[in-house]
């Protein structure tokens, strides 16, 4: 398979920490269409119909072998979604091995907020009810978040650090993006 021309940005961040928020000012911005995993979720769930936490488990995988293909099929992309990293469940998160082996210009964008915000955050937003994210207490959500918090970031680089707990400069960031694909 060749490598993609075009870069891919691959935002990744707490739940409810942002990301689409920012993607989706930002693939715009940098020329680039925009693929969301929650968006082919949302899709399957409208297909498929929605179900217990298994069956909302087996849509988040087919929808990570979506994204990839998605992604492989594109000419670069901004690409947003609860990525994978050690130290989690292999039931969670999209993987990310195979980032590198379509493009070798990748970008990480970390969006950051503290654990608290990203929970308020989360439960506060309305999202398709197939995410069953009305399930959890607040205590259940702040914890998890809290413990993946403490994973760090992607081991992606470049990485660019944005705070999402407030509005950042699109154009910074755009300028920060293209100078760390160079």
Known sequence: MLPIRKPLVVVSGLPASGKTTLARRLAPALHLPLIDKDDILERLFESKKMGDLAWRRTLSRESDVILQREAESSDGAVLVSFWRQPGMADASG???EWLRAIC????????ACDPELATRRFLQRKRHPGHLDSRA??????????????LGPLDIEPRIH????????????????????E
């Open 94 to 96: 999209t993987p990310t």
């Open 104 to 111: 070798h210009q990748v970008v990480h964008i970390q969006c």
């Open 137 to 150: 207490s607040y205590e259940e959500v702040l914890a998890s978040f809290q413990d993946l918090a403490r």
């Open 162 to 181: 944005v705070d999402t707990s407030r509005d950042s400069n699109l154009n910074d960031l755009v300028r920060d993006i293209r100078a760390a694909l």
